[in-house]
């Protein structure tokens, strides 16, 4: 494979990597689908918190195990056309925005940690509580913590969606520059 078709393979997977995350794709589809369905399936058939908590924490085990790689693969692919390319153009702006898309696409990691995880702990507690307690109906107050923490939590998580879904705008920029 010459140089040339190595780096639009290595751009393709900078740049559906990063999409696949963001909007397009796995972190976004949580928050637009998945955790809706959920809360309808309490609002509409009274499921209750401790399945509806439960259910939470399944999504959120598969995100956990599968985003963090795919968002270091996806930026590994744009570090590196950032430093083919800098040998290439040295005076273009190419190298930055594929630098700034794998920082964007690599925030979802620092974006859970510092801003979703007082959110993902609550829950993950209410998880373990509720998986210890059995079939026993939450309190009124867990109950509506639940909610709240679950709505949360969607809206943060569609917040972190937009980040790699910025990186694979700025590799597609950069890709067609």
Same mark, same amino acid.
């Not at 040339?4 to 696949?20: E, I, N």
């Not at 950032?82 to 702006?93: D, K, L, N």
């Not at 109950?143 to 879904?165: C, F, H, M, Y």
């Given at each position: 494979?010459? @140089? ?36 309808? @399936? ?5 499921? !209750?918190?401790? @399945? ?17 790689? $795919? ?12 430093? @083919? ?8 702006? $190419? +190298? ?30 209410? !998880? ?6 059995? !079939?026993?109906? +939450? ?39």
């Amino acid at each position: 494979m010459d @140089s040339f078709s190595y780096l639009r393979a290595v751009k393709c997977v900078g740049v559906t990597g990063a999409m696949w995350l963001g909007e397009k794709g796995n972190i976004a589809a949580l928050s637009l689908m998945a955790v809706p369905a959920l809360r309808l @399936s309490k609002a509409n058939d009274g499921v !209750s918190s401790t @399945s509806l908590v439960k259910q939470w924490r399944y999504i959120y085990e598969a995100g956990k195990s599968q985003n963090p790689p $795919i968002a270091a693969a996806t930026a590994a692919a744009f570090i590196y056309l950032a430093w @083919s390319v800098r040998r290439i153009a040295p005076r273009s702006q $190419i +190298p930055l925005y594929y630098g700034s898309a794998a920082v964007l696409t690599l925030g979802i990691v620092p974006f859970t940690l510092m801003v979703m995880s007082p959110t993902n702990n609550r829950l993950i507690q209410h !998880s373990e509580t509720m998986s210890m307690e059995g !079939s026993a109906a +939450p309190s009124r107050a867990r109950d509506d913590e639940i909610d709240q923490l679950i709505a949360k939590w969607n809206t943060l998580n569609g917040v972190r969606s937009l980040l790699p879904l910025a990186g694979g705008i700025l590799g597609l920029v950069a890709s067609l520059a």
